[in-house]
């Protein structure tokens, strides 16, 4: 494979995605130098035609690009701060998990020590790296994405959200919460369900329906809470909070746990309390914006 445009590429971390993402660059025909701890998970890709460097500070003397990808940016940073490494001139690019302060932190760190530094967050499991069907996030120095935008393009469907290095972190989070909230209702129904003798699968396409009737309400909401007037153009607050009031008593009459309706009538019975309750649905952004004090 004639590899004199692709641009050579780091990947530190050789877990189930590091390798996913070293075998996407291979595959697009990257000169792909990897690094683990454990040297054995790196047989597969070596023998794919990847380069193992025997320590980090070789992997990335290897190339301008490093991908890392390991268990928490604790590791990252025994990992890059050993004294043998020298990330200077090296272009990072962040894709471990962890919070929006490590992201700011780590950035900084960078800096300091003469790298260049791209936060991020793989919205995919490891089979999905290489199609599109992998949104991967990035966020810092716009420039430093673009100079290296086709090359990360080998791993999926790239998302600049913006310089600032939370960012991605932060979309990270959020998309958790989107997936949990959705799959908690779900389960909520269908434990309501089983209980007429209806299987989850039966129930499935219905719920699937309305998350999809549902998610075309958020530009709209998005735009009163952009704005901060939340008129009731569909149905006012107080009688949101009476619809869960009969989701709790239903749940509990057919046997069925009704701890997340009633945390959520909770909240909206403090936003009906301060007297919003003729308002919209989105005025509750209110409660979700401060922390409980419980």
């Known amino acids: 494979m004639n590899n004199k445009h692709h641009e050579p590429v780091t990947v530190v971390g050789l877990g189930r995605m590091g390798q996913a993402l070293a075998g996407a660059f291979l595959k697009a025909g990257h000169p792909t130098t990897v690094w683990n701890r454990t040297a054995s998970k ?5 023998a794919e035609g990847a380069l193992l460097a025997p320590t980090v500070g070789d992997a990335l003397k290897a190339g301008s690009l490093a ?47 003469g790298a260049r ?32 935008r086709s090359t990360l393009d080998a791993l999926g469907t790239l998302t600049y959200l913006g310089a600032d290095h939370v960012l991605a972190s932060l979309y990270d989070v959020a998309g958790l919460a989107m997936m949990w909230s959705i799959l908690n209702a779900w389960l909520q129904g269908t434990a309501m369900l089983r209980t007429a003798g209806v299987d989850a699968a039966t129930y499935a396409p219905f719920a699937q329906q309305i998350a999809a009737g549902v998610a075309t309400w958020l530009p709209g909401y998005a735009e009163q809470i952009d704005n901060g007037s939340f008129p009731a153009e569909v149905s006012a607050l107080e009688t949101d909070a009476r619809a869960m009031a009969h989701l709790i ?8 746990n009704a701890e997340l309706p009633r945390l959520l009538k909770a909240m909206a019975d403090r936003s009906i309390a301060a007297g919003h309750g003729g308002e919209q649905y989105p005025v509750l952004i209110e409660e979700f914006s401060k922390p409980r004090n419980d």
């Open 249 to 256: 008593e239903e749940s509990e009459a057919v046997g069925v």
């Open 42 to 46: 790196a047989d597969q890709l070596v």
């Open 67 to 113: 991908i890392i990808c390991v268990t928490d940016y604790e590791a990252m940073h025994e990992l890059l701060g050993a004294s043998d490494v020298d990330p200077a001139g090296t272009m990072l690019v962040n894709l471990t998990s962890g919070d929006s302060a490590q992201a700011r932190e780590t950035a900084h760190w960078a800096e300091q020590r």
């Open 117 to 148: 530094y791209l936060d991020g967050a793989i919205m995919a499991v490891p089979p999905a790296i290489g199609t599109s069907e992998a949104v991967i996030l990035h966020s810092g120095s716009r420039s430093d994405f673009e100079t290296h």
